[in-house]
């Protein structure tokens, strides 16, 4: 599976980004989904995830109530909308899909080792 997010840009806080991954090579509806981020000099990490069957959504609490993941089989995307943003959320986002079944585990989801396909990165860049 080959991926390619985009979406990513400059905005005040406050404002709204709709990320997009767009898969090619294979179709993810088999494939557990979820977005990542990386804030300069810090870990990549988990932010949103989608499980195949599009019947569970997974955030980290800092975008809890303002971050959205879906997903369009028939596009072979996932989205992920932004809303609120601030500055913290400043960072590289990128998507990420595996088949693993451990995904369902909260103890495994957030560990980038469990994914098996990523996309390059989009940056957001929120300025207050």
């Known amino acids: 599976v080959q991926l390619q997010a985009y979406g990513g840009g400059l905005v005040q806080a406050g404002g709204s980004l709709r990320l997009s991954c767009a898969a090619s090579?294979?179709?993810?509806?088999?494939?557990?989904m979820a977005w990542f981020r990386q804030a300069p000099g810090k870990e990549r990490e988990f932010v949103a995830g989608?499980?195949?069957?599009?019947?569970?959504?997974y955030y980290t609490d800092s975008v809890k109530g303002r971050f959205t993941i879906s997903r369009d089989n028939a596009k072979n995307t996932v989205y992920l909308q932004m809303n609120s943003l601030k500055p913290e959320d400043t960072a590289v986002y990128s998507c990420a899909a595996t088949a693993n079944s451990i995904y369902g585990s909260i103890t495994y989801r957030g560990r980038t080792t469990l994914y098996d396909y990523w996309g390059q990165g989009t940056l957001v860049t929120v300025s207050s």
């Open positions: 090579g294979r179709p993810i509806s088999r494939y557990h």
């Open positions: 989608i499980n195949w069957s599009d019947t569970n959504t």
